[in-house]
């Protein structure tokens, strides 16, 4: 998940928000100040019940990036590449470039996280059992915002604990399975049908929950079983397409001699001559035999159809950044290149010559014609 707003830096891991932070923080600190405070702790003001809130609010998410802090320091050390942390509307996300090469390693990062919020926990309400008053109702806010982040950080280090994939606990499934089988595929596929059976679980329990009355609770309930559950499928098909491309290379893949069109031809002759008659969605822009960027139909529908006549190519094309990949690369690392730059297709570039193009598109009729042919994938 990519941040909205990049907010600092600790230990050179980006620390960054999602914009659904923005929802989590008002439906907690609201929950939290006109519920769940004036039940537990009957004799504050009003102020007070709103201040605990807001700050009971940050301090959670203080403690969900000490969580995700763990996960990203553990993979570091194990010589994995961590692109930051996104605080988002279920907590956080730590953003890793790779994934473990082995089943231990898997295991190290995924328990970090929970172990480290249920100590966090412990200590908390070890400290507000030890120093806080002999009667609930006598518990002051400094003591309720104690007990409130031991509460809560224990009940997100068990719920983490939960064996459904993507969860921390499903990926610990994971591991495990992983270093019985030697399977990561396997192992993935096994943990992603736990997490369905979790997600749908947590699904019908919020279904439940708003038949008896408690609407707030079972919807959100019923949204984190959904969240889960779109995780958990996306996670196994990115699983299956890795695996059906394991020893495959760009050169195998690439649509070769790809259109190429000069910067000066006009958008609407693009269209006609690229778009329609040769079925293109893309074409690379050339100038004096050099590539100088890339035209799509994405770029062609920022403008529209009355200046198509007038504008030229260059006007719409992407210039920077222009990604490109080798013919000699693994089809893996284009796929990640697609996936993090959220782009369709990039440019195939040897010896500073363009000898192809891969898409979204040309992977697909890769993997669909070796299906249909009953050919044996790559490594299989």
């Not at 297709?345 to 669909?368: K, N, P, T, Y």
Request: net charge positive.
């Amino acid at each position: 998940m990519k941040p909205s707003i990049r907010l600092f830096t600790v230990f050179g891991i980006d620390i960054g928000v999602h914009y659904t932070w923005v929802f989590a923080f008002v439906l907690i600190t609201w929950s939290l100040a006109s519920g769940a405070y004036p039940d537990l702790f009957g004799r504050w003001s009003r102020t007070e019940y709103w201040a605990a809130g807001i700050i009971s609010s940050l301090v959670l998410f203080a403690f969900v990036l000490v969580h995700e802090l763990a996960h990203s320091l553990v993979a570091k050390r194990k010589g994995l590449p961590v692109k930051g942390i996104t605080l988002f509307i279920f907590g956080g996300v730590s953003n890793l470039g790779a994934e473990s090469k082995r089943a231990w390693d898997e295991f190290a990062i995924a328990i970090v996280g929970p172990l480290s919020s249920l100590a966090i926990g412990g200590a908390l309400l070890g400290l507000y059992f030890a120093t806080g008053p002999e009667r609930v109702q006598d518990t002051q806010p400094v003591q309720g915002v104690i007990f409130y982040s031991g509460w809560i950080n224990v009940a997100v280090g068990a719920f983490n604990l939960i064996p459904g994939f993507p969860l921390d606990g499903g990926r610990v499934l994971r591991s495990i399975i992983w270093g019985v089988t030697g399977s990561m595929r396997r192992a993935t596929g096994l943990a992603a049908n736990v997490g369905r059976v979790v997600a749908w679980g947590l699904i019908a329990f919020g279904l439940y929950r708003v038949l008896e009355g408690d609407w707030l609770g079972g919807l959100w309930t019923a949204f984190i079983g959904w969240f889960l559950n779109n995780a958990a499928d996306a996670a196994k098909r990115e699983q299956e397409a890795e695996y059906e491309f394991t020893g495959a290379l760009v050169r195998d893949v690439m649509q070769p001699d790809p259109v190429t069109v000069p910067p000066a031809m006009s958008v609407d002759e693009l269209v006609r001559e690229c778009f329609i008659k040769r079925g293109c969605r893309a074409a690379a822009v050339m100038e004096s035999g050099r590539l100088v960027g890339i035209v799509s139909l994405t770029d062609v529908r920022r403008l529209g159809p009355s200046d198509w006549a007038t504008t030229p190519v260059a006007a719409v094309m992407t210039v920077n950044p222009l990604h490109t990949v080798a013919s000699s690369e693994s089809v893996d690392l284009a796929l990640k290149l697609l996936a993090e730059k959220n782009i369709n297709q990039a440019m195939v570039v040897d010896g500073g010559q363009l000898v192809g193009m891969i898409g979204r598109e040309s992977l697909m009729r890769f993997v669909r014609v070796r299906r249909e042919l009953g050919v044996r994938r790559p490594g299989a």
